[in-house]
């Protein structure tokens, strides 16, 4: 077993793990942090995307004890009083059905806005490539992310 | 108060906990000293088990318990197949853990509990299981032929099953054109995106099982007829789900050795799928040859079809998985008039996951033979293929129309939609591009594809499933409990896993009852809170469940007529309804709120006399017929002939789904369907190599698209209400998939139709349309 600690959301957890543990295990299964979900186990999919010391990072491919001394921020955390303008944008666009790979996403598009704060509707599809949705086609979710642009998220 | 909320673009209810992670999916589940189970699959496609040595994995860290199929024999049964087509069906026995000969690389044979999922994958690997191969069967035609190996000691062909009406001898005798092609639907994986999860936790001799599932209802009533648990002290909960598709309407092997699992050790326990464990063990969807005979007229009145079809059951029957076929049957002559229909159905067995359904389920097939074949004979005669549609199409002064196929479409305008969508195309000026594009030898072709569908959905008669040999009934249940704040409680037997019912229930009922929409909460997918239900699928959910929700506000309103005139000191004659109040004729400042009405019977203290102290209300709806959504589909795509890669430029799609009561959940099923047709049409194919291997097991290989795999999507509506349904309502859940695989694939093979191209198989993807291409112009493949 090896000790990690890192911040989850604001909260420090210090905790032994295997060394084998992924973090996604960890914040779901140690941490109780289940608001990230697993969609698949080749890093396909996004659905578990978290930000990793402020970037997006697919939370299945970083093992716990990488993450040591990490601040990590989940779906969970993104929301500060209020709904965070991606979260409000997701909503009012309808940008999620199942709502499964939402937190992924709306975790990636908040790196993406990051990264470029003004993205073009291309953009935003290339961005978001690493993420998968089976239920809403993307077009919504393009529009949200546009919206929340458009709100000014980055700033 | 009038009706204000039906056909409102209401954002959606559910989303608040969906956005902030606050969800409840299967796998959330904790329980103290909830156990971990891990299942050990076949790798050999077929394969006679002669031993299984869990022992070892018995002594491994943190393991509690491993089991082999043996261990289960005496009590496991057979997973059920709740559509048996014929009467001389074959429907091979199906022990949810194999015990003495696997038929699909997948198959459960072994399992571990441990008190991890960490410790429970490693013992996994201690299982030591000897097979002694058998030879896979992968072909259907291969199949069917004379000394094929078998999957099944009764043989590979499962059922046939036909259907003739009309005069085939004379459609086709003498007929001036006659065609005759074979399409492919190859293998598809479902793909929804939270895999499949379980957690049973017994108490005493009862049980609780989540599961991941469409059809919590249908799950608990087939573990208690199989399992013999008394359906009293079963209780089945689908908390939120994430997607299904089809794929979560299944009653699984997984489901079932949780349960028996839990019973044996007396401690809950869960399993969790990996996407690649599920890729192999979640049934697959289409899988069809077709081969189909069209004859007509030389102006292309269509004069008779002939479908032939093989369907790959895989290696069992699964809940549905002969019926899928079927719902296609009906389709084949989709919105055209012919004199005569022949169809008839071969169930094929073969070493490969199950089939079941999968968005859309027989229709989406159905839709693309047709098309493409309507597309074939236009080229056959010259002719546009808009306008050979046209001439065939029932026109919208002939509803109710019964088809050659027996079913009587209710309304309907192909006209409207297909204008419409003409219109948003700009399909002239691109038919002009096109010509020129020809003309000019452009490398980059331009190609032009029309889905003019219709479907039938909103499942179903019951008596009409019943003489279709269907296990179940198509009714949908749903409940008011009015609160004595005067809130209300809606329960519905459908179990939404993504549609938004929490949203478009409430609406519903905001309208009949005259209550805000803020006012009501919709509870479902918990058989202890809705003990009655059919569950979703088969775009029902609206179509049968919301008329049942109508259905039970129609009876709280009736009971509160007799309360208010009590309270009243009137006569209930005299009252009238008007949203949310009854108030007497005449006079409305006299009269009571439903909320004043639910506050008084809650105290009781004077109702009239008889008069039970409750306006809670039941009801149940079993509709009169399918629903027929229609659309027209127009999908435009740029081939490079020198590379065979497509790119969609424009897509539009007007839908016809009869009243629309959120256009928001409307537009966004839209996308979605047609996103998913999109991928059949151009990315997915699940591939086995030929030893019976599943080579697409991951997300790597299996291609899910992308937002940068898809384009944008233009959509609009018309309207023709349903006459079937006092709310008008037809379903969109699978409309978008069924309409836009043919208009995607018509449009490559329109595109490089004048190189001689008249068929590139799915998915279209570069290579492909490139060999395509190349045999065309008399190249090597």
Redesign the interface.
Known sequence: MTKVSMTIDGVRYDDDVEPRMLLVHYLREVAGRTGTPIGCDTSNCGACTVLLNGMSAKSCSVLAVQADGAEITTIQGLADGEWHPLQRAFHEEHALQCGYCTPGMIMAAADLLRENPHPTEHEVREGLEGNLCRCTGYQNIVRAVLRAASEGVAS | MTVTEIGRAR??K??????????S?T??I?LPGLLHIAFLRSPMAHARITSVDVSAARGAPGVIAAFSGADFAAEQGSLPCAWPVTPDIIIPAHPPMATDEVRYVGEIVACVVAR???AAADALELIDVDYEPLPAVLDMEAALAEGSPKVHEAGNKSFVWPLVNGDMDAAFRDAPVVIERTYRQQRLIP?????RATVCEPVGDEFTLWSATQIPHVLRFLLAAVLGIPEQKLRVVAP????G?GSKLQVTAEEFLTVLIARKLGRPVKW?E???EGNLAVHHGRDQIQRIKIAADRDGRLRGLSVDLLADMGAYLMLVTPGVPLLGAFMYNAIYKMDALSFKCTGVFTTKVPTDAYRGAGRPEATFAIEHAMDDLAAELGMDPLELRKRNWITHEEFPYTTIAGLTYDSGNYEAATAKAVELFGYDELRREQASRRASGDPVQLGIGISTYTEMCGLAPSRLLGQLAYGAGGWEHASIRMLPTGKVEVVTGSSA????HETAWSQIVADQLGVAFEDIRVLHGDTAISPKGMDTYGSRSLAVGGIAVVGACEKVIAKAKVIAAGLLEVSADDLEWTPGRWQVRGDPEQGRSIAEISLATFAAHNLPDGVEPSLDSDAAYDPNNFSYPHGTHLCAVEVDTETGQVSIRSYVAVDDVGVVVNP??V???L??????GIAQALYEEAAYDADGNLLTT???DYL?P???D?P??VLDRTETPATSNPLGVKGVGEA?AIASTPAVVGAVIDALRPLGVTDVEMPCTSQRVWRAINEAKGGAR
């Open positions: 954002t959606r559910e989303d608040a906990r969906l956005v902030t992670g606050q969800t999916w796998d959330n904790q991890n999922k960490y793909s929804a995106m939270e895999p939120d789900v994430g997607g598709f969790t990996s996407r690649s896993h993504g549609q938004g928001l959940i537009e966004g099923q996308h979605g369907g047609i996103a998913q991951t997300l790597a899910v992308s937002a940068a898809l944008t999507y978008g």
